[in-house]
């Protein structure tokens, strides 16, 4: 499969046609255990050693709906502005396929958890743009394939094929938007927009890693075009797996000039899915299933799902703040310029820095901290941020450290790297490891006679009046205090005892 041979210019893609987007989002769900069974749902394990006889479909294994999912489900849709359904049932999605050990995948389909809500998207330049949502409903992740000895890893070509079930059975909520029109020239730009502020969302609701690389969210992105003034939609296709919020916007990008292409030679566009490919062009899948081919039924293993309304009371009341109008407010509190925040957002800091400060630090000495040293560590570690062992209280521990004078920045940051070392609390690293500033100049006096006995042809020269030749001395104290002095003081103290003071 080549790159389609001519793509329409965008600027006369969009003289005649309307673009027509929807999508469609899954989300993994964070939550401990899998979706009907008691197994971890922890990504990156061995396969198949997060498996049992509910998540493999062995006969006779009955699944138990994990209560935790399902309240996230409402979470999510809660902010997402959706009507939460007072009763619905599971249904049964038949189909065979080798990463789906039951040959059905249990989903909801015309009973979904929430319906019709929206979210309010923001935009670069400041503006907002709605995005209808129509529904969030629940399932569970099938396992993961992994194709060896063909060039792409597809299945074309491959000579084995290798089945890992950890995650078959994952907690899954798939968000499918209604169609967005109206959007002109911007719909790559606002399908990006869309998929960030869905994934800040999901993060600040703390339901999911949202993480797109490792496929804690995924989004199928479905174009069609529609002659300017039409009034019907033209027939779309579905771009599969689109694994980066970069993508996204190509991949819209993309198949509007393919498609236009297609229409202006006198073709129809085939109603299909299509993969995404990395270099930023797609190529036809298979051609769309019909939902009768599913033979959806109600799944008779499971109770129906009738959430109360005290429930559903109880959690809005933790539905947080938007998190990019949260953010604006905090960029303001702290007096930031928007590249300064940018850089904070983008190194995923905001919240930990926000976190910092609540536990008593000053904004910049938390920024400082998260947005570069510990950056640093995170990068080196090749973890996010988030995932480093030490907790904005620590941090926020080391910097009253310093600012009650017991560190310098210098011998803060052995500190932090002791409590990232996994050494104890701030407080104990700094013991352990004998890092305190020493303000007590009895003890440095003493260092520091040590040092001139042991360089007595260099105290003469000082005694001589050559100050230059201190240094020596200084280094050698700043050795021996393990750079806990402080070296102006120690200058002073050693010229004082050469009789240069
Ligand atoms: P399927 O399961 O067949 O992919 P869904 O209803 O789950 O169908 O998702 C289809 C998505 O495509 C929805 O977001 C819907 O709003 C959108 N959509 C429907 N028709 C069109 C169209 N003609 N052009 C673009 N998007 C469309
Ligand atoms: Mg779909
Ligand atoms: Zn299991």
């Given at each position: 499969m080549s790159v389609a041979a001519e793509l329409v210019d965008y600027d006369d893609v969009l003289a005649a046609y309307e673009p027509v987007m929807g999508m469609e989002v899954h989300v993994e769900l964070s939550t401990a255990t899998k979706m009907f069974c008691g197994c971890a749902n922890r990504f990156?394990?061995?396969?198949?050693?997060?498996?049992?006889p509910v998540c493999l479909g062995l006969p006779g294994s009955l699944p138990v709906l994990n209560e935790a999912a399902v309240e996230s489900a409402i979470r999510i849709g809660l902010a997402l502005n959706c009507q939460i359904a007072p009763w619905g049932r599971f249904a049964r999605k038949n189909y065979f396929y080798p990463d789906q050990p039951k040959n059905y995948q249990i989903s909801q389909y015309d009973e979904p958890i929430a319906v019709n809500g929206y979210l309010d998207v923001p935009l670069d330049d400041g503006t907002t743009w709605r995005v209808e949502i129509e529904r969030a409903h629940m399932e569970e992740d099938t396992g993961k394939l992994t194709h060896l000895g063909s060039d792409t890893g597809r299945i074309a070509g491959a000579t084995t094929s290798l089945a890992d079930y950890n995650r078959a059975g994952v907690p899954l909520i798939e968000i499918v938007t209604k169609p967005i029109e109206g959007t002109g020239e911007r719909a790559p730009e606002i399908a990006r927009a869309y998929v960030t502020a869905l994934r800040d969302l999901l993060r600040a609701l703390d339901v999911s890693d949202v993480r797109m690389d490792q496929g804690s969210m995924r989004c199928d992105s479905n174009v069609s075009l529609k002659p300017k003034g039409a009034a019907e939609f033209g027939t779309r296709t579905e771009t599969k797996n689109v694994n980066s919020l970069k993508s996204v916007e190509v991949a819209v990008r993309y198949e509007m000039r393919r498609q236009a292409a297609v229409l202006q030679a006198g073709g129809t566009v085939t109603q299909e899915t299509r993969h995404f490919h990395e270099d930023g062009y797609t190529t036809a899948g298979r051609s769309k299933e019909t939902a009768q081919d599913y033979r959806y039924f109600p799944e008779p293993d499971l109770e129906p799902i009738a959430p109360s309304d005290e429930l559903v009371d109880r959690l809005r009341a933790t539905i947080p703040e938007l998190p990019w109008l949260a953010r604006k407010r905090i960029q303001q509190d702290w007096g930031i310029s928007d590249e300064v925040m940018r850089d904070l957002v983008n190194a995923g800091a905001v919240e930990l820095v926000a976190a910092t400060v609540a536990h008593g630090a000053s904004s910049e000495g938390a920024r400082a901290w998260w947005g570069n040293f510990l950056v640093q560590k995170a990068n080196e570690s090749g973890v996010e941020l988030d995932a480093l062992p030490i907790t904005p209280a620590q941090v926020a521990a080391v910097l009253k450290l310093v600012d009650d004078g017991k560190l310098s920045t210098k011998l803060a940051r052995q500190v932090v790297e002791g409590v990232l070392a996994g050494e104890g609390e701030p407080e104990q690293v700094m013991e352990a490891r004998g890092l305190a500033l020493v303000r007590d100049d009895s003890l440095i006096q003493a260092a520091v006679d040590e040092a001139l006995a042991a360089n007595p042809d260099i105290a003469e020269k000082i005694r001589g009046g050559k100050v230059q030749a201190a240094g020596a001395v200084v280094g050698a104290v700043m050795k021996a205090t393990k750079g806990s002095a402080d070296a102006a003081r120690v200058r002073e103290l050693v010229l004082a005892a050469c009789g240069q003071g």
């Open positions: 990156g394990a061995e396969p198949n050693t997060q498996v049992c």
